[in-house]
């Protein structure tokens, strides 16, 4: 264990790239830009005992507690005849004001006179609001009544009932979080809020933070994703690029780019920014500190409880106004904006009664066709087969026998949930009818999602980013999934895809199906490499990948982990024991390929 750490020790100068002023190809430029490394202080002993403890903590069970006591309010015929007169009152009232534009000072005087007028402002303020860059905003905002916390001490220390030490304390903690978030977002070019960015920039006076953005691209707008997407016959019809000269080898569960062979055997890989694992751990220390945090604790309570009371208050003064003005908002309302359905899997995203009619269609139209191969003898078994081997008939199914509508039994129990993926219970029914690598390689599954996007499509406004998984067990998992999606022609306007990764590397090792960890990192992220540095040697994956948003990880959540990842845990090409690693070590290796990946694919 001790060599092990002395190697990690020195990761950092076994991985010394020269610089390099040239560009390697027309296609590929390599950037310049690196992950901040961390910087060891005295602070990271402290750090690390706090994270210890919170892991000890951790391990004890945590006695269930009760359900929020919901309430569902109750209106009487003479309440509710009451609120549509008002509503009706002030749906006039914002008709004649908004859209009777020949009488602007009778606009203005009714402004000036409603309750929405900010009376409480001192003159400085509502004269910075009137002036002509906020005006036009006001204007046409509704006239809602304000909220104004007054007193001396307006930042709202006495209110929140926080000490003052405590109060700074606590918001330089919060910064520090923020900017560890910003740090890592946009080193793997992901989006940031731009409102928070704009605060930070104030405040990034650390060096570890300084020329962290150089070389950041631009992100993106509406018109590199409209609304409304161009119409093509085949969306997988697309020219595929050329590749880029260039080496790829895993070294300790993260993959290394390199010019050349040559640079491969002098260990120079290009500058990209890898993520070293002594910056993560420190980070993630000082996150453990910062949730065990009383004073931090204390203050984020008081102040969600207050924004939570202050949102609760105008709700009950302008919920009326707000009723009012969302109905005089033209061909708009609940089923004419656009929606996301978010983690959603792709096997779940029919509901059962649809499930019920597809099967049952099937049988009626192919049944004697050939889905499966029985395990035990090896046999073809044709549909018919299949449900005669259950002693079941088509006419016998019913949404109750299907048993696939996660009720609230599954809450909490991740067993019964996956248990829901199973048709009436069998596994059998599951692989031929919600899998999209099978004997029959995915038809029907495919057939059942093309479906689902009809039903998208003609709603409009209805979007979706369902869920494929990649388990990691074999390298060719990529390719199979891309060419079930390009030979199904599985694409929608409305859908994207998201992958998931599920955390079973413990199941996979006891099958004997890899050695170690390291392999499954090889199978998921080796063919995204390969694609990107030469699109023509996987085409259908490179096709596919255009509709491909991100990543996510899955696993039972409750289950309690008995492993701290920290500097002494086995690298994952050491990592050859049964059990399963704990859910930071593969949030780590996943974050630290995944932002090599997309500067690579820059």
Request: include cysteine.
């Amino acid at each position: 264990m001790a060599e092990r750490s002395e190697r990690m020790d020195g990761r950092d100068d076994d991985l010394k790239r020269p610089a390099q002023d040239e560009i390697l190809s027309p296609t590929f430029a390599p950037t310049k830009l690196k992950f901040p490394n961390h910087i060891h202080t005295e602070m990271d002993e402290k750090f690390q005992q706090l994270a210890d403890t919170i892991l000890s903590r951790s391990t004890e069970i945590i006695g269930k507690e009760g359900s929020a006591p919901y309430e569902i309010p109750e209106y009487p015929i003479v309440e509710n005849e009451r609120k549509f007169y008002f509503e009706k009152q002030l749906s006039s009232r914002n008709r004649s004001r908004f859209f009777n534009t020949g009488d602007q000072a009778s606009a203005d005087h009714e402004r000036n006179n409603s309750v929405g007028k900010p009376s409480a402002m001192d003159s400085e303020s509502y004269q910075r609001m009137s002036s002509t860059d906020v005006y036009d905003e006001y204007d046409l905002a509704p006239d809602f009544q304000r909220i104004y916390i007054a007193g001396q001490e307006i930042s709202g220390i006495s209110s929140l009932g926080v000490p003052l030490h405590d109060l700074k304390e606590a918001s330089k903690s919060l910064v520090q979080a923020l900017m560890i978030r910003e740090k890592y977002m946009a080193m793997s070019h992901q989006s940031f809020p731009k409102i928070t960015a704009r605060f930070l920039q104030n405040l990034e006076d650390n060096e570890e933070f300084q020329g962290m953005k150089e070389g950041f691209g631009k992100g993106s707008t509406v018109s590199d994703h409209p609304f409304h997407p161009p119409k093509k016959e085949d969306p997988f019809d697309i020219e595929v690029p050329m590749g880029v000269e260039c080496s790829l080898k895993m070294v300790q569960g993260l993959m290394y780019v390199y010019e050349n062979e040559e640079a491969v055997k002098n260990n120079t890989p290009l500058e990209l920014p890898y993520v070293q694992p002594k910056t993560f751990l420190a980070d993630q220390n000082i996150m453990y500190a910062l949730i065990s945090d009383g004073p931090l604790k204390s203050f984020c309570y008081r102040r969600l409880s207050y924004l939570s009371s202050k949102y609760q208050l105008h709700t009950l003064m302008n919920e009326l106004k707000e009723s009012a003005a969302q109905k005089e908002v033209p061909h708009r309302d609940f089923y004419n904006i656009r929606k996301v359905d978010t983690h959603v899997h792709a096997s779940s995203c029919m509901n059962q009664k649809h499930l019920l009619r597809f099967i049952k269609k099937k049988m009626k139209t192919c049944s004697d066709e050939v889905v499966c191969k029985d395990k035990k003898s090896g046999k073809e078994m044709t549909l018919a087969e299949v449900f005669d081997s259950m002693a079941l008939k088509p006419y016998d199914l019913s949404v109750d026998k299907l048993d696939v509508h996660a009720d609230r039994n599954t809450f909490h129990r991740f067993d019964k949930f996956n248990a829901k993926y199973n048709p009436i219970g069998e596994s059998r029914l599951r692989e031929i009818f919600i899998k999209t690598d099978n004997y029959i390689n995915g038809k029907y599954f495919g057939h059942v999602i093309k479906e689902v996007m009809e039903d998208l499509g003609e709603s409009k406004y209805q979007n979706a980013e369902y869920r494929l998984s990649i388990y990691g067990r074999s390298r060719d998992e990529w390719d199979k999934l891309a060419y079930w999606a390009i030979e199904n022609k599985i694409y929608s306007d409305n859908v994207r895809w998201m992958i998931q990764i599920p955390r079973l590397y413990d199941i996979y090792k006891s099958a004997k199906i890899v050695k170690n960890f390291q392999e499954i990192l090889e199978n998921i992220f080796m063919p995204l490499f390969e694609v990107t540095r030469n699109p023509q040697s996987h085409p259908e994956l490179h096709k596919f990948l255009i509709y491909v948003s991100g990543f996510d990880s899955v696993d039972d959540e409750s289950k309690t982990e008995h492993i701290k990842f920290d500097l002494e845990t086995p690298l994952p090409e050491d990592w050859c024991q049964d059990e399963n690693p704990p859910y930071s070590y593969y949030l780590y290796y996943m974050y630290a390929n995944i932002t090599v990946l997309n500067q690579f694919r820059r």
